[in-house]
């Protein structure tokens, strides 16, 4: 039987050596050359497995890249490429990776919530986001936001697997520290990757949620889990996060005029967050297709940013990128594959 290598930290796969018929040097050799170079010697090449996700689909605009890959099955996984420049001037490129192909969870606001959960991707189809990313496009990827197609804490343990690899010193080599899971917030999720990030090596993972509003009312119109678990529960699940020299955790404001940018909504996000470590990523809704709402303006992006500013919220604004690939946040999910699914009802 073959290995899934790309699933497997280079420990894990020293531990197949013997079923490989190799010794641990020369698998720990493999495992790296693969990683590093992008290659494997013939002599393995039948005895390991890397998922056939062929690139399928490319559209870059500007800088981005968004970058379609066709899994075994015949779905399609997405994955986007943003570089961006640094408060020093040094170009940082994100991979904005999927954890599943399309989500279950339904949020207004996203492309992808039209398709439905169609499909978990294994650990090795979530690092084989990366491997295109490094190895056939060339590119050198120094951030991971799992931010992409699905909801990671509903695909988990193939997630946290998958950041154990992405993080391996011989491999992708890309810190913690530089790596965001983001949520939609249910509490169990939020405590499974706190527990993780209590592991070493992971203490410095970032945690990023996906807030939205100001109040239960305004959240539940737009995220459907705010129904399940209001935003009291929400509390508690992050000020369980660990905190100590931690990265604050990322608050994720997807603007949206007309919905969550009245006037006192800044100052009830802030209130709702006072205590907990946090900054506030403010993301200018990108319109899906078929979109009830439109784009807010810049005034209303810098009233909004204005007001969490006054009331304490450290707060940024999301550069808008790859908007016209559909490829910016809240963007991704396949026309194609939308198409077959009825959209859902807004
Ligand atoms: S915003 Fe994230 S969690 Fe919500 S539907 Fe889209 S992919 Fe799923």
Redesign the pocket.
Same mark, same amino acid.
């Given at each position: 039987m073959s290995v899934g290598i790309l699933g497997l930290t280079e420990k894990q796969f020293l531990a197949e050596a013997d079923n490989l018929s190799m010794t641990p040097a020369a698998a720990g050799r493999h495992w790296r050359q693969l990683f590093r170079q992008g290659t494997l010697p013939p002599e393995i090449q039948g005895k390991v497995k890397i998922p056939s996700m062929p690139i399928v689909r490319r559209e870059p605009d500007g800088d981005t890249l968004k970058f379609a890959q066709q899994l075994e099955g015949g779905l399609e996984t997405e994955s986007v490429i943003l570089p961006q420049r640094g408060r020093t001037g040094r170009i940082r490129t994100s991979l904005c990776v999927s954890s599943?192909v399309?989500?279950?969870?339904?949020?207004r606001?996203?492309?992808?919530?039209t398709l439905g959960r169609r499909q978990q991707l294994t650990t090795d189809e979530i690092v084989g986001q990366w491997f295109a990313a490094r190895h056939s496009e060339g590119r050198s990827i120094t951030n991971i936001v799992f931010?992409?197609?699905?909801?990671p804490t509903?695909n988990i343990e193939s997630v946290l697997q998958a950041i154990r690899v992405l993080t391996e010193h011989g491999g992708p080599a890309i810190p913690a520290s530089r790596i965001s899971v983001?949520? *939609?917030g249910r509490s169990q999720g939020i405590e499974r990757l706190a527990e993780f990030a209590n592991e070493p090596g992971f203490r410095q993972l970032r945690l990023a949620v996906?807030l939205n509003a100001p109040d239960d009312a305004v959240r539940q119109t737009l995220?459907p *889990?705010n129904r399940a678990e209001p935003m009291a529960d929400l509390h508690a699940a992050m000020s369980a996060w660990p905190a100590g020299n931690r990265l604050p955790i990322l608050v994720e404001y *997807?603007l949206i005029p007309g919905v969550n940018n009245a006037p006192g909504h800044a100052t009830a996000v802030a209130k709702f967050l006072q205590g907990l470590s946090v900054n506030l990523n403010v993301i200018p809704y990108n319109p899906i297709r078929d979109s009830p709402w439109l784009a807010p303006t810049e005034s209303e992006v810098v009233a909004f940013c204005a007001e969490a500013r006054e009331a304490g919220l450290r707060t940024k604004r999301r550069r808008t990128m790859g908007r016209d690939a559909m490829a910016a946040?809240?963007q991704?999910g396949n026309p194609a594959l939308k198409r077959e699914r009825p959209t859902r009802s807004k």
């Open positions: 599943q399309g989500c279950a969870m339904g949020c606001f996203c492309e992808t919530a931010m992409g197609m699905g909801e509903d983001s949520t *939609v996906s995220m *889990v *997807v946040c809240g991704l």
